[in-house]
């Protein structure tokens, strides 16, 4: 037996010019609805430039990656398995030129893999409160080299995905079960049908939360 359908909502649109700050908290943060505010990604570099694959090439093009594929057999977070590395020039030029490409840039944190791209990215007024970013800039295990939560993610965003139609990932809740906001500068993607949270669970191994197996 599988999982009930449930009620469908729809998710409001609205216009970044017409949307205060204290309205997106109040309508949409604190009662935790999704919301697709139009015009806003034009507002995110000070200079009005929308980054492009031209200009990720030409910023980033050097630095190495490692591309994602989503294998719905594997075991890795969110069911995403490693390609083998490439630089960031070599990535684009596939994703560009390739129908066929699988190649997914996932979550590429821009503090620590691509400055020059933040160079004039300005965070919109609704998600400026970053609670990550509250933290002290030191917080580590006495025992240990390697930052700890929750610092350990605070400089991971923003971040970078690029991919073809059809790449992705496994269904999954964001680390802390936290929210998250997207710009989305190009796309040709669907969003992704609703699923009732009640019927995930919690993924001992890699903390994505899974969806019950039919039966």
Known sequence: VGPSKGSVVPVDERNADDLTYDEFMREYALKSRPVVIKGLAQKLAADQKLWNTETIVEKCGDHMITPRVFDKTSTKWVGLEDEAPVTVREFM????????????????????????????????????????????????????????????????????????????????IDSFGSNFWMAVLRSDASPPPPFPHALLWFHSLHAPLSPPARR
């Not at 609670?131 to 400089?155: H, I, M």
Request: hydrophobic letters at 35%; one cysteine or more; charged letters at 15%.
């Open 93 to 172: 030029r596939t994703f560009v030129n390739d129908a066929d490409s699988k190649g997914y840039l996932f979550d590429w944190g821009l503090p620590k893999s691509c400055t020059q791209l933040l160079a004039n990215f300005v965070v919109p007024k609704y998600f400026a409160g970053d609670y990550l970013q509250s933290f002290p800039t030191v917080n580590r295990d006495p025992a240990s080299a390697v930052d700890q939560p929750p610092r350990l993610y605070a400089d991971s965003w923003p971040s970078l995905f690029v991919g073809p139609i059809h790449s992705g990932g496994g269904l999954h």
